[in-house]
C-alpha cells in the first residue's frame, strides 16, 4: 500500500503540469470507489488481529463549483477458525465471526493545486456498526461470546485528487480525523448478565496509517 500512495504521489506531481482540469462543476454528478486496508481487533483473550480490504461505493453531486454532496457507504464479512498445536497451548481452538458497516454523508470541497490536481477536504457524519462472534474452546471447556457496537460522530480528512481526463480521478486520502459516540454491548454466553458500555472516543490517523486509494467517475 506504501508502495502504491508514492507512485500515485509522484504521478500527480509529474503529470500536473499539463493544462487539462477536473470536472468539478455546479451540476456535475460522480460516482466512486474508495480501496482502504485496515486492522481490527478482535477480543478472543489471544490478542488477534484482522487485516480487512474495504471497499467504499460513494456517490456525490456539486451544488457548487468545486463544492459537493457526497454520501456511501460498505458492509464486510470475516471469518476464521484456529487451532493452536503445542504444549504451550493445550488443545486451544477458537474462531470468529466478525460484521461491518459503514455509512456516511458529507460535503467536500476541491482546492486548486495544479491544473490537474486538488486538495481534497470532506468533513460530515459518520455511522459504523459492527457484531462479532466468538466462539473458544481449552481442554474441553467450551465458552462464546457475541458483542456488538456502534458508532455515531463527525469526521474529517484530507486528500489529493488527480484527474488524468476531466471524466476520471484518483483519489488518495492521507488524513482523517473521526470524533464519535459509542454504544457498546457484550453477552457470554455462560452468563445471563448483559455487558454495556457507552462513551467518546476520538480517532486521528496520518499519512502511512491505513491509507485509502479511490477511483471516481465524473458524468
Do not use: C
Request: charged share 20%; net charge positive.
Amino acid at each position: 500500500m506504501k508502495q502504491l500512495i508514492f507512485i500515485f504521489l509522484n504521478m500527480g506531481l509529474y503529470l500536473a503540469g499539463f493544462q487539462v482540469s477536473g470536472q468539478v462543476t455546479q451540476g456535475t454528478h460522480a460516482l466512486g470507489l474508495e480501496i482502504a486496508w485496515n486492522t481490527r481487533n478482535v477480543e478472543n483473550g489471544l490478542d488477534s488481529q484482522i487485516d480487512n480490504l474495504r471497499l467504499t461505493p460513494s456517490y456525490s453531486y456539486f451544488i457548487k463549483d468545486r463544492l459537493s454532496i457526497i454520501g456511501g457507504g460498505s458492509y464486510q464479512s470475516n471469518k476464521a477458525n484456529n487451532d493452536y498445536q503445542g504444549p504451550d497451548f493445550q488443545g486451544l481452538a477458537y474462531g470468529f465471526e466478525r460484521k461491518e458497516v459503514d455509512a456516511f454523508i458529507g460535503l467536500r470541497k476541491y482546492i486548486v493545486v495544479q491544473p490537474k490536481l486538488f486538495l481534497m477536504g470532506t468533513y460530515g457524519l459518520k455511522y459504523h456498526w459492527n457484531e462479532t462472534y466468538v466462539e473458544q474452546m481449552h481442554q474441553g471447556d467450551k465458552s462464546n461470546s457475541l458483542q456488538t457496537a456502534r458508532q455515531v460522530g463527525f469526521f474529517g480528512n484530507l486528500g489529493l485528487a488527480f484527474f488524468p481526463h476531466e471524466k476520471f480521478s484518483f483519489e488518495l486520502i492521507f488524513f482523517d480525523a473521526r470524533f464519535f459516540r459509542i454504544y457498546n454491548k457484550r453477552r457470554f454466553y455462560t452468563e445471563t448478565k448483559i455487558h454495556k458500555y457507552q462513551g467518546w472516543g476520538f480517532e486521528l490517523a496520518g499519512f502511512l496509517n491505513q491509507p485509502s486509494l479511490g477511483l471516481r467517475y465524473f458524468f
